[in-house]
């Protein structure tokens, strides 16, 4: 999952790339903005096949890959109950 959310994220920021071990590194400071987030969510949803949750969108909530990742696996779990049942 990882190197698939970099990439995502990699491809929407202006300057430069980022790699794991900045995974806590502020993506405002890495060269996101307003308008790339939107596209990186969008990306994020087609490359995961998923839907963000409403409360999620915000930057504040998806700033960090950590962040987005600990988003994802959520989703991904709370997807993989769903169908249990």
């Known amino acids: 999952m990882h190197n ?8 929407c920021l202006e300057e430069g790339e980022l790699t794991w071990e900045e995974r806590d590194k502020n993506l405002m400071e890495a060269g996101l903005d307003s308008i790339s987030f939107i596209i990186m ?39 993989k109950e769903e169908t249990a049942k």
């Open 4 to 11: 698939r959310i970099l990439e995502v994220v990699n491809n």
């Open 41 to 79: 969510v969008v990306s994020l949803e087609d490359e995961f096949g998923c839907h963000i949750p409403d409360e999620k969108l915000q930057i504040e909530e998806m700033d960090t890959l950590r962040k987005i990742e600990e988003i994802l696996y959520s989703i991904e779990a709370d997807l």
